[in-house]
């Protein structure tokens, strides 16, 4: 949403407001958002979490993930993680990807405590949605130096994933899988191509694993794989791009969920 329009429907909401018109939940989200993203006035951006809070206390998922984040992050309110692990999971049940994603965030953490089982199932929902913050770090929870059992071939997977949704830490890592052979065959000018991948993508740790590859593809294999990563890279771009997804934390080494007001964009395309 354009500033211009997000200062209209502020201006609608309080003209409600005013005229005492009793709100559906999905109208307190909408004005509570307004008043916390748009306001400058402390009252009314508080205000804007009280209207969050009746909204997700009628079991309005998308209030229960924005009040999970506020009391995650000490936005106007103090920070409270077991509180935003509750509001979480209420939304989180209802299917919003967002509160998974952020729910399996906080036991891969341990934010309260550390629960890779709950962590794999929230996030593995996450990233069946579509996350690849999510997909990430189902990769990392199946890797090795995570306190459970490694299970290379399904980290291989879920890295692949994260790597064509644009996760530049995804494709370095999927890379080193392929040019061991751990978790599926050994395929080094695969690797290559995912390193040339990421490196363009801005993970600039990618370049010091490149040199020990290139004697043993040829310049043959790296002619070849510089070709193929123009055209992922294509693919990659194109991926981010798609429905939710390309804001500024999400392709990080440890990705992070949208921030409040990129959710509110979010939640109108689940």
């Known amino acids: 949403m354009s500033r211009y329009v997000a200062v209209i429907v502020f201006a609608c909401?309080?003209?409600?407001?005013?005229?005492?018109?009793?709100?559906?939940?999905?109208?307190?989200?909408?004005?509570?958002?307004?008043?916390?993203?748009?306001?400058?006035?402390?009252?009314?951006?508080?205000?804007?979490v009280e209207l969050l809070r009746s909204a997700a206390s009628q079991g309005y998922g998308p209030a229960q993930t924005a009040m999970g984040t506020l009391l995650e992050n000490g936005i106007l309110l103090m920070p409270d993680a077991h509180q935003a692990v509750d509001w979480y999971k209420k939304s989180a049940d209802q299917?919003?990807?967002?509160?998974?994603?952020?729910?399996?965030?906080?036991?891969?953490?341990g934010a309260i405590s550390?629960?890779?089982?709950?962590?794999?199932?929230?996030?593995?929902?996450?990233?069946?949605?579509?996350?690849?913050?999510?997909?990430?770090?189902?990769?990392?929870?199946?890797?090795?130096?995570?306190?459970?059992?490694p299970d290379f071939p399904t980290a291989r997977k879920w890295y692949l994933q994260a790597a064509q949704l644009g996760n530049p830490f995804a494709q370095q890592r999927l890379a080193e899988l392929l040019a061991n052979g751990m978790g599926g065959e050994?395929?080094?000018?695969?690797?290559?191509?995912?390193?040339?991948?990421?490196?363009?993508?801005?993970?600039?740790?990618?370049?010091?694993?490149?040199?020990?590859?290139?004697?043993?593809?040829?310049?043959?294999?790296?002619?070849?794989?510089?070709?193929?990563?123009?055209?992922?890279?294509?693919?990659?771009?194109?991926?981010?791009r798609a429905g939710c997804h390309g804001w500024k934390t999400e392709f990080l080494a440890s990705p992070l969920p949208p921030s409040l007001a990129r959710q509110q964009i979010c939640e109108r395309s689940l």
């Open 95 to 109: 299917g919003d990807w967002i509160a998974q994603f952020s729910l399996g965030r906080l036991y891969l953490g």
């Open 186 to 240: 050994r395929d080094r000018q695969q690797a290559y191509m995912w390193l040339l991948v990421s490196l363009e993508l801005g993970n600039e740790t990618a370049a010091a694993l490149l040199p020990s590859l290139e004697f043993d593809i040829g310049q043959n294999g790296r002619d070849a794989a510089r070709t193929q990563a123009l055209g992922v890279i294509d693919q990659v771009l194109e991926n981010r």
């Open 13 to 48: 909401m309080m003209m409600i407001h005013a005229h005492g018109v009793e709100l559906t939940p999905a109208e307190k989200y909408e004005q509570g958002m307004a008043f916390i993203l748009l306001s400058t006035s402390s009252t009314e951006q508080l205000q804007g």
């Open 114 to 149: 550390r629960d890779t089982t709950e962590a794999k199932k929230w996030l593995a929902l996450a990233a069946k949605a579509g996350s690849s913050g999510a997909a990430y770090y189902m990769g990392l929870l199946h890797d090795e130096n995570q306190n459970v059992g």
